[in-house]
């Protein structure tokens, strides 16, 4: 079984920043693409950013020039830099993980449970 544990949330400021980690662990023989996802009260869950296991990134246009997602491959764990934060990047975020468990097994998808992300002044 693999978890996905995420920290560095809380409460900020607009404009202030924050370092979302996530660290996968269990039985893991590599790690394909890495995600973070974001829900807000009231919305569905949405694509922030990913990163492949060779470094290729994608972000939604909304957090384009302010996020970086970046990935330690020797460590299983992903990270999401978040700069000049706003009051409607306040969600829940979650990171999720395509894992191989053996050299000969497929990957599944894997979830963590969350850390909120509040920015208010």
């Known amino acids: 079984q693999v978890q996905l544990v995420e920290s560095g949330g809380g409460l900020v400021q607009p404009g202030d920043s924050l370092r979302l980690s996530c660290v996968a662990s269990?039985?893991?023989?590599?790690?394909?693409?890495m995600c973070w996802y974001r829900q807000a009260p009231g919305k569905q869950r949405e694509l922030v950013a990913g990163?492949?296991?060779?470094?290729?990134?994608n972000y939604a246009d909304s957090v384009k020039e302010r996020f970086a997602i970046s990935r330690d491959n020797a460590k299983n764990t992903v990270y999401l830099q978040m700069n000049s934060l706003k009051p409607e990047d306040t969600a829940v975020y979650y990171c999720?993980?395509?894992?191989?468990?053996?050299?000969?097994?497929?990957?599944?998808?894997?979830w963590g449970q969350g850390t909120q992300v509040t920015v208010s002044s």
């Open positions: 269990g039985t893991i023989y590599n790690i394909d693409s």
């Open positions: 999720n993980a395509d894992v191989r468990a053996f050299i000969s097994s497929p990957y599944r998808n894997y």
């Open positions: 990163i492949t296991r060779g470094g290729r990134t």
